[in-house]
């Protein structure tokens, strides 16, 4: 049984959903956690997409309100339980810790120091290609607002870059 045009175009673009699940998220973990989620919801979901209309965009949208939506429970869980945080070194010998220090390249640092809004707006005009009225449409803000997100976010990559070279 051959794969549907729906589901051969929702593998080709597992790549770039992982790389904007790792823009929201900035853990491989809970990136590809947050991308098997949004995989998930658009087959449960796949009624409401229109065929003709852009698969990419219809998935950052859906993979975004997933964030969003973890996001809100996270902050709920942390006020009730003590943060994962605190049990992470537990039994913690730093090689891991250092490994993951060297992997991390200066871009990286840098798109970690950018505010959500920014890394989501750098995420899908600058890695994944959309156009301005694309990126606006999936983050659900005006292209004005998207433009100083994204002049704003490059300005401050910039600074940041510069400072580390």
Same mark, same amino acid.
């Given at each position: 049984?051959?794969?549907?045009?729906?589901?051969?175009?929702?593998?080709?673009?597992?790549?770039?959903?992982?790389?904007? /699940?790792?823009? #929201?998220?900035?853990?491989? %973990?809970?990136?590809?956690?947050?991308?098997?989620? %949004? @995989?998930?919801? /658009?087959? *449960?979901?796949? %009624?409401?997409?229109?065929?003709?209309?852009?698969?990419?965009?219809?998935?950052?949208?859906?993979?975004?309100?997933?964030?969003?939506?973890?996001?809100?429970?996270?902050?709920?869980?942390?006020?009730?339980?003590?943060?994962?945080?605190?049990?992470?070194?537990?039994?913690?010998?730093?090689?891991?810790? /250092?490994?993951?220090?060297?992997?991390?390249?200066?871009?990286?640092?840098?798109?970690? *120091?950018?505010?959500?809004?920014?890394?989501? @707006?750098? /995420? #899908?005009?600058? @890695?994944?290609?959309?156009?301005? *009225?694309?990126?606006?449409?999936?983050?659900?803000?005006?292209?004005?607002?998207?433009?100083?997100?994204?002049?704003?976010?490059?300005?401050?990559?910039?600074?940041?870059?510069?400072? %580390?070279?």
């Amino acid at each position: 049984m051959a794969g549907s045009g729906f589901e051969s175009e929702m593998i080709a673009l597992l790549p770039r959903l992982r790389r904007f /699940a790792h823009a #929201l998220a900035r853990s491989s %973990a809970d990136a590809d956690d947050l991308c098997q989620a %949004a @995989v998930e919801r /658009a087959l *449960k979901s796949r %009624a409401q997409w229109q065929p003709g209309t852009r698969l990419d965009s219809w998935m950052y949208r859906i993979m975004r309100n997933l964030w969003i939506d973890e996001t809100r429970a996270r902050g709920r869980r942390d006020q009730t339980f003590a943060p994962e945080e605190a049990g992470v070194n537990v039994g913690d010998d730093g090689a891991r810790r /250092a490994d993951i220090q060297l992997q991390l390249t200066d871009l990286d640092r840098a798109l970690n *120091k950018l505010a959500e809004e920014q890394r989501e @707006v750098i /995420a #899908l005009v600058l @890695v994944e290609g959309l156009a301005y *009225k694309e990126a606006a449409e999936v983050l659900g803000v005006p292209i004005g607002t998207l433009t100083s997100r994204l002049s704003r976010a490059r300005e401050a990559l910039i600074a940041q870059l510069g400072d %580390a070279a």
